[in-house]
């Protein structure tokens, strides 16, 4: 393994420009993490704090949400986005409860059998709850490590086994050292190599950055489409599920059919709903969250 020349100097910009986040505090909890990973994917930190605040003190442990339907966290998860994430969650402390007894697993390969956890998010808790020495390849790691060592704008849609190995190199052997180092990069690139408009006359390590050092050449690679959402299914599901979230109980599929006013997207967003085990239709004809 390589000797990684930036540790020092990024764990000491991290020191000083860490954001205060209560699931970075030494009284977080593994499930505390647990969720504020999940809850974080594909979704910014000034919208996650006030949802984790409100699931926390509703669901401080694993047992507690495992012990409600599944559609309370659904009706919880509120306009967060991508709500089968909650789903995952649910499923997440149900299997936390029958396997591990409600104690989040500590080893990788515990972690990445739950439901819905992938290798990052795996890495992230194995490092951030217990401790451990795992490589953290979320967004924006890999963004400024693509910067840093590769000299491109953006790295590969896709993680590649290069790009593992990279990160695994610059890897500091302390496991403690490694998980601190991991949330570094992190907020590296949550706070000055962003995507778009990266301040790099901040950057700690900038003499040594190959992106920056090349000219900051241009991406060359396929191009970067932001993500639409007005008009889209994404859009009608939110709409559809608004409706069952805020009625307190069952709804007449008349309820549903005002949302939206093309029938042939609406039904197809209805249908990718019930699919996706977000809506339960009912004997009665009514619909509803599961549970």
């Known amino acids: 393994m390589n000797e990684n020349p930036y540790r020092t100097t990024v764990l000491a910009w991290y020191e000083r420009n860490a954001r205060d986040l209560p699931w970075r505090t030494e009284s977080a909890t593994p499930w505390s993490i647990l969720v504020s990973e999940i809850m974080l994917q594909q979704t910014p930190v000034v919208r996650v704090l006030p949802a984790w605040e409100a699931w926390m003190r509703r ?20 306009r967060l986005g991508y709500p089968r994430r909650a789903l995952n969650l649910h499923a997440c402390a149900t299997a936390i409860v029958e396997r591990h007894g409600g104690n989040v697993p500590e080893t990788h390969a515990e972690l990445l059998a739950l439901p819905g956890v992938g290798v990052y998010t795996s890495a992230a808790v194995a490092s951030f709850a217990f401790g451990q020495r795992h490589a953290i390849l979320d967004t924006n790691v890999r963004r400024v490590l693509a910067r840093l060592e590769t000299g491109i704008e953006y790295p590969p849609k896709a993680p590649a086994k290069a790009e593992f190995a990279l990160a695994e190199s610059l890897l500091p052997e302390e ?3 490694a998980a601190r180092w991991g949330v570094a990069v992190m907020e590296l690139g949550a706070l000055v190599c962003t995507a778009r408009s990266p301040a790099c ?16 050449p241009p991406h060359d690679g396929p191009p970067r489409r932001g993500q639409t959402y007005a008009g889209t299914d994404r859009q009608v599901r939110g709409k559809l599920l608004a409706v069952l979230r805020e009625a307190p109980g069952p709804v007449d ?3 549903l059919d005002v949302v939206w006013e093309d029938s042939v997207q609406r039904e197809r967003a209805l249908d990718a709903l019930i699919s996706d085990g977000l809506v339960d239709p009912l004997d009665s004809g009514e619909y509803a969250l599961p549970g």
Not at 59 to 78: F, K, Y
Not at 201 to 216: E, M
């Open 201 to 216: 006359g901040s950057c700690p390590v900038i003499a040594d950055c190959a992106w920056v050092l090349a000219g900051k």
């Open 175 to 177: 496991p403690a050292v």
């Open 253 to 255: 599929k008349s309820a």
């Open 59 to 78: 669901w401080p442990t694993a047992a507690d949400l495992a012990a409600e339907p599944s559609g309370e966290a659904v009706r919880m998860w509120n």
